[in-house]
Nanobody, 119 residues
């Protein structure tokens, strides 16, 4: 069992920046071998992938955030980050982190953190 807790959301003006954090507990030493991701969901829409990062540090981004967002991980702190720059109103939504973890592996989700970008 693993528990994820996101933080860092808030209200920001367009063009501003936020840094989201997601700390994992209960994952033990397997955290470093687990793929991690950030997703977001705006009202009335489906949850969508924002970015993910593999155990080796390889990253993947949604086209809409390329060049503006950066995902990173700190295995010693069992934390994944999402640095968000040049924010736009379309980036508004609840941001969730996810870990693919366990034996057998499955997805675990955090509770989400609200990001609101005003124009």
């Amino acid at each position: 069992q693993v528990n994820l807790v996101e933080s860092g959301g808030g209200l920001v003006q367009a063009g501003g920046s936020l840094r989201l954090s997601c700390a994992a507990s209960g994952s033990g030493s397997m955290f470093r071998y687990s793929p991690l991701g950030w997703y977001r969901q705006a009202p009335g829409t489906q949850r969508e992938l924002v970015a993910n990062i593999g155990p080796g540090g390889d990253t993947n981004y949604a086209d809409s955030v390329k060049g503006r967002f950066t995902i990173s991980r700190d295995n010693a702190k069992k934390t994944v980050y999402l640095q968000m720059n040049s924010l736009k109103p379309d980036d508004t939504g609840v941001y969730y982190c996810k870990i693919f973890y366990g034996i057998p592996p499955r997805d675990y989700w955090g509770q989400g953190t609200q990001v609101t970008v005003s124009s």
